[in-house]
């Protein structure tokens, strides 16, 4: 089944450390997305990408980056810039062609916490 | 720049009761619309989604919601509520500016109880 998998579900940091999250999808879709989601806050865009070895910054950039360097995996690093990490972060990613009418897609999330 | 307002952080019904979740949209161009469903712990699954065909958009779940560009809303509402209905619920707008279409602007989202 296509889809989008984001690993791992639960994470535990230590402060001062990196730490990634894995998003992989198979749906061959062009467009990726990072989103943090905060009790009360909705959710918050990270970074995004519309093509491979292209991404930019969304409204909450600092403290994360990412890489593009296959269509099929958009993984985010949470730096030790991060003054706040703890959060449930989410993936997802859209169609390329008419990406306003398409519908994004959403990983199961993981729960970062930082410890 | 585009916006979404969810009016109500919380609704409560009662099993087999209407549910209206409103949502409320900031747009200088004509929007496409979307409403999401989150369970715990999980993702986002669409429920619906406006393109500026039908006003009212038929979704999954028995859930549908009409487009009204004079109120610039698009509420979302289910007319007999269960208690699978419970969940949180996020109304989201495309994002139409040049170099970013595409992205999704979500409002902060409706949690939704459902009492027996």
């Known amino acids: 089944d296509g889809g989008i998998t984001q690993s791992p579900k639960y994470l535990f940091r230590k402060e001062g450390q990196n730490v990634t999250l894995s998003c992989e999808q198979n749906?061959?879709?062009?467009?990726m997305y990072w989103y943090r989601q905060d009790p009360g806050q909705g959710l918050r865009l990270i970074y995004y990408?519309?093509?491979?070895?292209?991404?930019q910054k969304g409204d909450i950039a600092e403290g994360y980056s990412v890489s593009r360097e296959k269509k099929e995996s958009f993984p985010l690093t949470v730096t030790s810039a991060q003054k706040n990490p703890t959060a449930f972060y989410l993936c997802?990613?859209?169609?390329?062609?008419?990406?306003?009418?398409?519908?994004?897609?959403f990983g199961q999330g993981t729960r970062l916490t930082v410890v | 720049a585009q916006s979404v307002t969810q009016l109500g952080s919380h609704v409560s019904v009662s099993e087999g009761a209407l549910v209206l979740l409103r949502c409320n949209y900031s747009?200088?161009?004509?929007?496409?619309l979307f409403w999401y469903v989150q369970y715990p712990n999980q993702g986002l699954q669409l429920l619906l989604k406006?393109?500026?065909?039908?006003?009212l958009v038929k979704g999954i779940n028995g859930f549908e919601a009409e487009f009204k560009k004079s109120e610039t809303s698009f509420h979302l509402t289910k007319p007999s509520a269960h208690m699978s209905d419970a969940a949180e619920y996020f109304c989201?707008?495309?994002?139409?500016?040049?170099?970013?279409?595409?992205?999704?602007?979500f409002g902060k989202g409706t949690k939704l109880s459902v009492k027996p």
């Open positions: 747009s200088s161009v004509p929007p496409y």
């Open positions: 989201a707008v495309s994002d139409n500016r040049g170099g970013s279409q595409g992205n999704l602007i």
């Open positions: 406006y393109t500026s065909a039908a006003t």
């Open positions: 990408s519309q093509i491979v070895n292209d991404f």
């Open positions: 997802a990613s859209k169609e390329g062609n008419s990406p306003g009418l398409t519908e994004a897609f």
């Open positions: 749906l061959n879709h062009d467009a």
